[in-house]
Protein backbone atom coordinates (compact mmCIF):
# COMPACT_ATOMS: atom_id res chain seq x y z
CA UNK A 1 0.00 0.00 0.00
CA UNK A 2 1.42 3.73 -0.83
CA UNK A 3 0.39 6.72 -0.59
CA UNK A 4 -0.67 9.44 -3.58
CA UNK A 5 -1.87 12.67 -4.06
CA UNK A 6 -5.29 12.81 -3.10
CA UNK A 7 -7.49 13.41 -5.89
CA UNK A 8 -9.61 15.60 -3.63
CA UNK A 9 -13.51 15.88 -3.27
CA UNK A 10 -14.03 17.98 -6.00
CA UNK A 11 -11.65 16.71 -8.76
CA UNK A 12 -14.03 14.85 -11.38
CA UNK A 13 -12.97 10.95 -11.67
CA UNK A 14 -13.39 7.64 -14.01
CA UNK A 15 -12.41 4.90 -12.62
CA UNK A 16 -12.14 0.94 -14.16
CA UNK A 17 -13.00 -1.82 -12.46
CA UNK A 18 -12.55 -5.45 -12.58
CA UNK A 19 -13.72 -8.36 -10.32
CA UNK A 20 -12.73 -12.02 -10.85
CA UNK A 21 -12.69 -13.49 -7.18
CA UNK A 22 -15.27 -16.15 -8.12
CA UNK A 23 -16.93 -17.00 -11.08
CA UNK A 24 -17.89 -14.20 -12.74
CA UNK A 25 -15.32 -12.03 -14.97
CA UNK A 26 -16.63 -8.07 -14.67
CA UNK A 27 -15.64 -5.04 -16.01
CA UNK A 28 -17.25 -1.68 -15.68
CA UNK A 29 -16.50 2.16 -15.69
CA UNK A 30 -17.80 4.59 -12.76
CA UNK A 31 -17.42 8.07 -12.84
CA UNK A 32 -17.74 10.60 -10.10
CA UNK A 33 -18.52 14.30 -10.89
CA UNK A 34 -18.62 16.94 -7.83
CA UNK A 35 -22.43 17.57 -6.75
CA UNK A 36 -24.22 14.61 -8.80
CA UNK A 37 -24.72 11.26 -7.68
CA UNK A 38 -22.06 8.36 -9.15
CA UNK A 39 -22.78 7.53 -12.83
CA UNK A 40 -21.95 3.43 -13.95
CA UNK A 41 -21.23 3.91 -17.14
CA UNK A 42 -20.71 0.79 -18.15
CA UNK A 43 -21.28 -2.65 -16.51
CA UNK A 44 -20.13 -6.33 -18.65
CA UNK A 45 -20.52 -9.67 -16.45
CA UNK A 46 -19.89 -12.47 -17.93
CA UNK A 47 -20.73 -15.61 -15.85
CA UNK A 48 -19.60 -19.22 -15.88
CA UNK A 49 -22.57 -21.34 -14.63
CA UNK A 50 -22.66 -23.50 -17.52
CA UNK A 51 -18.98 -24.46 -17.24
CA UNK A 52 -19.70 -25.61 -13.62
CA UNK A 53 -23.20 -26.64 -14.24
CA UNK A 54 -21.99 -30.41 -14.24
CA UNK A 55 -19.81 -29.93 -11.01
CA UNK A 56 -22.48 -28.85 -8.52
CA UNK A 57 -20.24 -26.16 -7.70
CA UNK A 58 -17.97 -23.99 -8.70
CA UNK A 59 -14.31 -25.52 -9.53
CA UNK A 60 -11.51 -23.23 -8.88
CA UNK A 61 -9.28 -24.31 -11.68
CA UNK A 62 -11.97 -24.03 -14.37
CA UNK A 63 -12.75 -20.91 -12.88
CA UNK A 64 -8.92 -19.01 -13.30
CA UNK A 65 -8.56 -20.45 -16.59
CA UNK A 66 -11.82 -18.66 -17.77
CA UNK A 67 -11.12 -15.42 -16.14
CA UNK A 68 -7.42 -15.30 -17.72
CA UNK A 69 -9.46 -16.00 -21.26
CA UNK A 70 -11.97 -13.44 -20.61
CA UNK A 71 -10.91 -10.46 -18.53
CA UNK A 72 -9.30 -8.56 -21.90
CA UNK A 73 -12.49 -8.54 -23.58
CA UNK A 74 -14.66 -7.61 -20.79
CA UNK A 75 -12.51 -4.62 -20.29
CA UNK A 76 -12.70 -3.74 -23.81
CA UNK A 77 -16.25 -4.15 -24.20
CA UNK A 78 -16.83 -1.74 -20.52
CA UNK A 79 -14.44 0.74 -22.05
CA UNK A 80 -16.73 0.54 -25.75
CA UNK A 81 -20.17 0.76 -23.46
CA UNK A 82 -18.83 3.71 -21.85
CA UNK A 83 -17.23 5.25 -24.75
CA UNK A 84 -14.42 5.81 -23.16
CA UNK A 85 -10.72 4.71 -24.04
CA UNK A 86 -7.93 3.94 -21.86
CA UNK A 87 -6.81 7.68 -21.77
CA UNK A 88 -9.88 8.78 -19.97
CA UNK A 89 -9.42 6.86 -16.73
CA UNK A 90 -8.23 8.57 -13.84
CA UNK A 91 -7.09 4.92 -11.87
CA UNK A 92 -7.81 1.49 -12.10
CA UNK A 93 -9.33 -0.81 -8.95
CA UNK A 94 -9.19 -3.87 -9.16
CA UNK A 95 -10.70 -7.06 -6.15
CA UNK A 96 -7.42 -8.23 -4.92
CA UNK A 97 -9.06 -10.81 -2.37
CA UNK A 98 -10.38 -12.66 -0.70
CA UNK A 99 -11.65 -15.10 -2.85
CA UNK A 100 -10.23 -18.27 -5.06
CA UNK A 101 -6.85 -17.53 -5.24
CA UNK A 102 -6.12 -18.41 -9.13
CA UNK A 103 -9.42 -16.17 -9.96
CA UNK A 104 -8.40 -13.04 -7.85
CA UNK A 105 -4.56 -13.39 -9.47
CA UNK A 106 -6.05 -13.29 -12.88
CA UNK A 107 -7.59 -9.83 -12.54
CA UNK A 108 -4.86 -8.65 -10.46
CA UNK A 109 -2.43 -9.72 -13.20
CA UNK A 110 -4.81 -8.28 -15.94
CA UNK A 111 -4.97 -5.17 -13.74
CA UNK A 112 -0.98 -4.73 -13.19
CA UNK A 113 -0.78 -4.75 -17.14
CA UNK A 114 -3.50 -2.04 -18.04
CA UNK A 115 -1.05 -0.11 -15.11
CA UNK A 116 1.92 -0.93 -16.60
CA UNK A 117 1.04 0.32 -20.09
CA UNK A 118 -0.56 3.01 -19.16
CA UNK A 119 1.31 4.74 -16.33
CA UNK A 120 -2.53 4.84 -14.20
CA UNK A 121 -2.49 4.60 -10.79
CA UNK A 122 -3.64 0.69 -9.69
CA UNK A 123 -6.14 0.08 -6.51
CA UNK A 124 -6.56 -3.08 -4.91
CA UNK A 125 -9.73 -3.27 -3.19
CA UNK A 126 -11.39 -5.40 -0.84
CA UNK A 127 -14.38 -7.71 -2.46
CA UNK A 128 -16.06 -7.73 1.00
CA UNK A 129 -15.61 -3.78 0.60
CA UNK A 130 -16.84 -3.60 -2.45
CA UNK A 131 -20.61 -4.65 -1.57
CA UNK A 132 -20.43 -2.83 1.38
CA UNK A 133 -19.75 0.93 -0.06
CA UNK A 134 -22.26 -0.03 -2.65
CA UNK A 135 -25.21 1.63 -0.77
CA UNK A 136 -22.92 5.20 -1.27
CA UNK A 137 -22.68 4.33 -4.83
CA UNK A 138 -26.48 3.25 -5.30
CA UNK A 139 -27.64 6.26 -2.52
CA UNK A 140 -25.21 7.97 -1.54
CA UNK A 141 -25.73 6.81 1.94
CA UNK A 142 -23.81 8.87 4.60
CA UNK A 143 -21.50 6.92 7.25
CA UNK A 144 -21.94 5.37 9.40
CA UNK A 145 -24.91 2.38 8.73
CA UNK A 146 -25.00 -0.99 9.14
CA UNK A 147 -24.37 -3.11 6.07
CA UNK A 148 -25.51 -7.45 5.98
CA UNK A 149 -23.40 -8.50 3.55
CA UNK A 150 -24.91 -12.33 2.94
CA UNK A 151 -23.65 -14.26 -0.03
CA UNK A 152 -22.46 -17.57 -1.33
CA UNK A 153 -19.07 -17.43 0.58
CA UNK A 154 -19.70 -14.86 3.11
CA UNK A 155 -22.16 -13.72 5.56
CA UNK A 156 -20.97 -10.65 8.34
CA UNK A 157 -22.66 -7.91 9.94
CA UNK A 158 -20.22 -4.54 9.37
CA UNK A 159 -20.36 -1.31 11.06
CA UNK A 160 -19.56 0.72 8.00
CA UNK A 161 -17.34 3.87 9.37
CA UNK A 162 -15.43 4.92 6.62
CA UNK A 163 -13.87 3.65 3.32
CA UNK A 164 -11.54 1.71 5.18
CA UNK A 165 -12.95 1.27 8.60
CA UNK A 166 -15.27 -1.53 9.38
CA UNK A 167 -16.26 -2.68 12.60
CA UNK A 168 -17.78 -6.49 12.63
CA UNK A 169 -20.45 -7.27 14.63
CA UNK A 170 -21.07 -10.94 13.78
CA UNK A 171 -20.91 -13.61 11.20
CA UNK A 172 -21.03 -16.94 10.09
CA UNK A 173 -19.20 -19.78 11.60
CA UNK A 174 -19.63 -21.78 8.92
CA UNK A 175 -21.84 -22.09 6.07
CA UNK A 176 -22.39 -18.97 4.45
CA UNK A 177 -26.82 -18.83 3.42
CA UNK A 178 -25.82 -19.01 -0.12
CA UNK A 179 -23.28 -21.99 0.35
CA UNK A 180 -26.04 -23.62 2.12
CA UNK A 181 -29.20 -22.85 -0.18
CA UNK A 182 -27.04 -24.50 -2.87
CA UNK A 183 -26.51 -27.53 -0.87
CA UNK A 184 -30.00 -27.40 0.06
CA UNK A 185 -30.93 -27.61 -3.60
CA UNK A 186 -29.11 -30.37 -4.02
CA UNK A 187 -30.25 -32.84 -1.29
CA UNK A 188 -33.81 -32.04 -3.16
CA UNK A 189 -32.65 -32.61 -6.24
CA UNK A 190 -33.03 -28.92 -7.53
CA UNK A 191 -30.69 -27.04 -10.28
CA UNK A 192 -27.82 -24.67 -9.27
CA UNK A 193 -27.45 -21.23 -8.02
CA UNK A 194 -29.58 -23.31 -5.19
CA UNK A 195 -30.93 -19.55 -4.06
CA UNK A 196 -33.38 -19.03 -6.70
CA UNK A 197 -34.24 -22.74 -6.89
CA UNK A 198 -35.02 -22.81 -3.80
CA UNK A 199 -36.78 -20.18 -3.83
CA UNK A 200 -39.05 -21.12 -6.88
CA UNK A 201 -39.85 -24.29 -5.28
CA UNK A 202 -41.10 -22.72 -1.94
CA UNK A 203 -43.66 -21.00 -3.73
CA UNK A 204 -45.58 -24.30 -4.22
CA UNK A 205 -44.61 -25.12 -0.27
CA UNK A 206 -45.98 -25.21 3.04
CA UNK A 207 -43.32 -23.50 5.33
CA UNK A 208 -45.26 -24.75 8.36
CA UNK A 209 -45.01 -28.54 7.98
CA UNK A 210 -41.71 -29.29 9.05
CA UNK A 211 -40.21 -27.98 12.36
CA UNK A 212 -36.44 -26.63 11.21
CA UNK A 213 -34.06 -25.19 13.94
CA UNK A 214 -33.39 -21.80 14.01
CA UNK A 215 -29.96 -22.45 14.72
CA UNK A 216 -27.95 -20.20 17.80
CA UNK A 217 -30.87 -18.06 18.44
CA UNK A 218 -30.60 -19.30 21.89
CA UNK A 219 -27.19 -17.63 22.29
CA UNK A 220 -26.70 -14.01 22.74
CA UNK A 221 -24.59 -12.20 19.74
CA UNK A 222 -24.67 -11.26 16.02
CA UNK A 223 -22.75 -15.08 14.62
CA UNK A 224 -24.80 -16.86 12.42
CA UNK A 225 -24.70 -21.10 11.65
CA UNK A 226 -26.14 -22.59 8.77
CA UNK A 227 -24.50 -26.31 8.42
CA UNK A 228 -26.68 -27.82 11.58
CA UNK A 229 -30.38 -26.60 9.43
CA UNK A 230 -28.80 -28.11 6.45
CA UNK A 231 -28.18 -31.20 8.14
CA UNK A 232 -31.95 -31.37 9.45
CA UNK A 233 -33.08 -30.64 5.60
CA UNK A 234 -31.52 -33.82 4.76
CA UNK A 235 -33.18 -35.74 8.01
CA UNK A 236 -36.14 -34.57 7.09
CA UNK A 237 -35.85 -35.57 3.65
CA UNK A 238 -34.63 -39.07 4.16
CA UNK A 239 -37.68 -39.28 6.08
CA UNK A 240 -40.24 -38.83 3.15
CA UNK A 241 -38.23 -40.79 0.17
CA UNK A 242 -40.16 -43.44 -0.83
CA UNK A 243 -37.83 -45.90 -3.25
CA UNK A 244 -35.73 -43.08 -3.44
CA UNK A 245 -38.50 -40.91 -4.64
CA UNK A 246 -39.70 -38.01 -3.13
CA UNK A 247 -43.27 -36.25 -3.81
CA UNK A 248 -43.25 -32.98 -5.24
CA UNK A 249 -45.54 -31.95 -2.68
CA UNK A 250 -42.43 -32.95 0.04
CA UNK A 251 -40.20 -31.30 -2.03
CA UNK A 252 -41.61 -27.86 -1.73
CA UNK A 253 -42.65 -28.10 1.68
CA UNK A 254 -38.81 -28.58 2.73
CA UNK A 255 -37.93 -26.09 0.69
CA UNK A 256 -40.12 -23.49 1.94
CA UNK A 257 -39.80 -24.33 5.12
CA UNK A 258 -35.58 -24.38 5.01
CA UNK A 259 -36.06 -21.09 3.42
CA UNK A 260 -38.26 -20.09 5.97
CA UNK A 261 -35.98 -20.96 8.57
CA UNK A 262 -32.72 -19.26 7.06
CA UNK A 263 -34.75 -15.92 6.61
CA UNK A 264 -35.94 -16.40 10.29
CA UNK A 265 -32.64 -16.54 11.30
CA UNK A 266 -31.27 -13.69 9.55
CA UNK A 267 -33.99 -11.15 10.13
CA UNK A 268 -33.75 -11.96 14.08
CA UNK A 269 -29.64 -11.39 14.20
CA UNK A 270 -30.28 -8.32 12.16
CA UNK A 271 -32.66 -7.10 14.86
CA UNK A 272 -29.35 -8.02 17.43
CA UNK A 273 -27.07 -5.89 14.76
CA UNK A 274 -29.00 -3.07 14.68
CA UNK A 275 -29.34 -2.62 18.50
CA UNK A 276 -25.67 -3.47 18.65
CA UNK A 277 -24.54 -0.62 16.05
CA UNK A 278 -25.12 2.35 17.93
CA UNK A 279 -26.20 5.68 15.64
CA UNK A 280 -26.57 5.24 12.16
CA UNK A 281 -27.70 6.43 9.00
CA UNK A 282 -29.64 3.06 7.77
CA UNK A 283 -29.13 -0.70 7.11
CA UNK A 284 -28.17 -2.13 3.37
CA UNK A 285 -28.54 -5.36 2.59
CA UNK A 286 -25.89 -6.63 -0.56
CA UNK A 287 -24.95 -9.91 -1.87
CA UNK A 288 -26.54 -12.89 -3.90
CA UNK A 289 -28.89 -13.99 -1.21
CA UNK A 290 -30.45 -10.31 -0.90
CA UNK A 291 -32.11 -11.25 -3.99
CA UNK A 292 -34.93 -13.53 -1.64
CA UNK A 293 -37.80 -11.42 -1.71
CA UNK A 294 -38.95 -13.48 1.71
CA UNK A 295 -35.72 -12.24 3.10
CA UNK A 296 -35.95 -8.92 1.82
CA UNK A 297 -39.58 -7.89 2.99
CA UNK A 298 -38.21 -9.62 6.31
CA UNK A 299 -35.88 -7.06 6.71
CA UNK A 300 -38.07 -4.54 5.16
CA UNK A 301 -40.78 -4.92 8.03
CA UNK A 302 -37.87 -5.35 10.76
CA UNK A 303 -36.58 -1.49 9.64
CA UNK A 304 -40.34 -0.44 9.24
CA UNK A 305 -40.68 -1.37 12.98
CA UNK A 306 -37.35 0.18 14.17
CA UNK A 307 -37.34 3.53 12.23
CA UNK A 308 -34.43 2.52 10.37
CA UNK A 309 -33.98 3.47 6.48
CA UNK A 310 -33.57 0.23 4.73
CA UNK A 311 -31.31 -0.19 1.43
CA UNK A 312 -31.17 -2.88 -0.84
CA UNK A 313 -29.11 -1.93 -4.07
CA UNK A 314 -30.84 -3.31 -7.30
CA UNK A 315 -30.19 -7.01 -8.04
CA UNK A 316 -27.31 -6.41 -10.33
CA UNK A 317 -24.98 -4.50 -7.98
CA UNK A 318 -26.37 -7.35 -5.18
CA UNK A 319 -24.22 -9.92 -6.71
CA UNK A 320 -20.50 -9.90 -7.75
CA UNK A 321 -20.12 -6.77 -10.27
CA UNK A 322 -17.22 -4.56 -10.90
CA UNK A 323 -18.81 -0.95 -10.67
CA UNK A 324 -18.71 -2.12 -6.85
CA UNK A 325 -15.21 -2.50 -7.11
CA UNK A 326 -14.78 0.61 -9.07
CA UNK A 327 -16.87 3.01 -6.61
CA UNK A 328 -14.41 1.12 -3.63
CA UNK A 329 -11.11 2.04 -5.47
CA UNK A 330 -12.43 5.53 -6.03
CA UNK A 331 -13.47 6.16 -2.31
CA UNK A 332 -9.55 4.38 -1.53
CA UNK A 333 -8.06 6.97 -4.20
CA UNK A 334 -9.75 10.14 -2.77
CA UNK A 335 -8.38 8.77 0.72
CA UNK A 336 -5.42 9.28 -0.95
CA UNK A 337 -4.11 5.56 -1.40
CA UNK A 338 -2.89 3.47 -4.48
CA UNK A 339 -0.97 0.74 -4.83
CA UNK A 340 1.98 -0.52 -6.74
CA UNK A 341 2.89 -3.46 -8.65
CA UNK A 342 3.75 -5.18 -5.53
CA UNK A 343 0.08 -5.81 -5.46
CA UNK A 344 -0.52 -9.27 -4.64
CA UNK A 345 -3.82 -11.43 -4.80
CA UNK A 346 -4.98 -12.87 -1.12
CA UNK A 347 -7.51 -15.63 -0.95
CA UNK A 348 -8.50 -14.13 2.96
CA UNK A 349 -8.50 -10.49 3.81
CA UNK A 350 -10.66 -9.64 7.04
CA UNK A 351 -12.15 -5.85 6.36
CA UNK A 352 -11.91 -5.70 10.57
CA UNK A 353 -8.46 -6.65 11.10
CA UNK A 354 -9.19 -5.43 15.07
CA UNK A 355 -11.16 -8.88 15.38
CA UNK A 356 -9.93 -12.73 14.62
CA UNK A 357 -11.13 -13.57 11.16
CA UNK A 358 -13.77 -15.75 10.12
CA UNK A 359 -13.42 -19.95 10.41
CA UNK A 360 -13.58 -21.91 7.55
CA UNK A 361 -13.38 -21.99 3.78
CA UNK A 362 -16.54 -21.38 1.50
CA UNK A 363 -17.05 -22.87 -1.76
CA UNK A 364 -17.19 -19.20 -3.10
CA UNK A 365 -13.90 -18.29 -1.28
CA UNK A 366 -12.42 -18.11 1.83
CA UNK A 367 -14.49 -16.55 4.59
CA UNK A 368 -12.80 -13.10 6.28
Given at each position: MSKAISPGPDRPLTVLGIESSCDDTAAAIVRDLPGQMPQILSSVVAGQAELHAAFGGVVPEIAARAHAEKLDFAVEQALIDAGCTLSDLDAIAVTAGPGLIGGVLSGVMCAKGLAAATGLPIIGVNHLAGHALTPRLTDGLEFPYLMLLVSGGHCQFLRVEGPLSFRRLGGTIDDAPGEAFDKAAR??????????????????????????????????????????????????????????????????????????????????????????????????????????????????????????????????????????????????????????????????????????????????????
Amino acid sequence: MSKAISPGPDRPLTVLGIESSCDDTAAAIVRDLPGQMPQILSSVVAGQAELHAAFGGVVPEIAARAHAEKLDFAVEQALIDAGCTLSDLDAIAVTAGPGLIGGVLSGVMCAKGLAAATGLPIIGVNHLAGHALTPRLTDGLEFPYLMLLVSGGHCQFLRVEGPLSFRRLGGTIDDAPGEAFDKAARLLGLGQPGGPAIEAEALQGDATRFAFPRPLLDRPGCDLSFSGLKTALMRARDQHVDGGVITSQDRADLAAGFQAAVADVLVEKSRRALAESGEINGFAVAGGVAANALLRSGLEALCQSTGIRFLAPPLALCTDNAAMIAWAGMERFRFGETDDMALSARPRWPLDTSQPAMLGHGKKGAKA
